[in-house]
């Protein structure tokens, strides 16, 4: 087998790691996929739960759990703190559930790890068109990174975003051709509250996830009665 097609998915067990292990298992064959999940000491910890469980009932082979629990000892957030309510205030450009550094931690980890297995190939589920401001969710980010990887390990790493310029909508689109709709929608969980499927309907997580939802439905809707949908694509 060539290393090259083989893959590593950091996968947190919400709508958009979980719609990218799917993809790349349709890409690369489950026997080729791994995946790694990160428990840092998140608000939404039923997450890391949730992953072991989508990872088992789909037959990934290796999936690695790292425990970064330390990571309120350098910054402190929404997401990290229960007694700091999600808001986001007039003057900011994102809201406070942003943990600064994340992304990058979670990307070089994640090519540590896969460089030990000789994989080259890094999913992410980031995405810059439904980011909600998080500057780690860019794609200007993602290529700075892979670069940077590369030349610290000396490997060729390729980290792949499949959702990098895709709406939540057109994600939850991919999730349908994938024959996965209805189990991205119940199973996976997204909520800022821990509450799995559709979540709390509240927390701003919840709130994007429904509306692309939403959407979705509507242009599907009009594309099987014959109309143009709902216009968004």
């Not at 051709?177 to 509240?202: A, E, F, Q, S, W």
């Not at 692309?212 to 009009?222: C, F, I």
Request: aromatic share 10%.
């Amino acid at each position: 087998m060539n290393d090259r097609d083989r893959a590593l998915v950091i996968f947190s067990g919400g709508q958009d790691s979980t719609t990218c292990l799917f993809k790349a298992v349709a890409d690369y064959g489950l026997e080729n996929v791994s995946c790694i999940t990160f428990y840092y000491g998140q608000k939404h910890s039923a997450e890391v739960q949730i992953a072991c469980e989508i990872a088992a009932e789909l037959g990934v082979g290796r999936h690695k759990l790292i425990n970064l629990d330390w990571y309120n000892q350098i910054t402190t957030n929404a997401l990290l703190d229960s007694t700091i309510p999600i808001e986001k205030s007039p003057d900011s450009a994102c809201p406070n559930t942003v943990v600064d550094g994340r992304n990058m931690m979670f990307l070089l980890i994640a090519a540590v790890y896969a460089k030990s297995q000789e994989i080259h190939n890094l999913i992410m589920g980031v995405c810059e068109t439904d980011f909600s401001g998080y500057p780690d969710c860019r794609d200007v980010f993602v290529q700075s990174c892979n670069v940077t990887l590369n030349l610290a390990m000396d490997w060729q790493f390729r980290v792949i975003t499949p959702l990098m310029y895709l709406t939540k909508a057109q994600t939850w689109q991919m999730a349908d051709r994938l024959g996965r709709l209805d189990y991205i929608y119940n199973r996976t969980l997204t909520c800022y509250n821990n509450v799995p499927g559709t979540g709390c309907g509240t927390c701003p997580s919840c709130t994007l996830r429904r509306r692309g939802y939403d959407e979705y439905m509507r242009h599907r809707e009009g594309e099987e009665s014959g109309s143009d949908g709902s216009g968004c694509w």
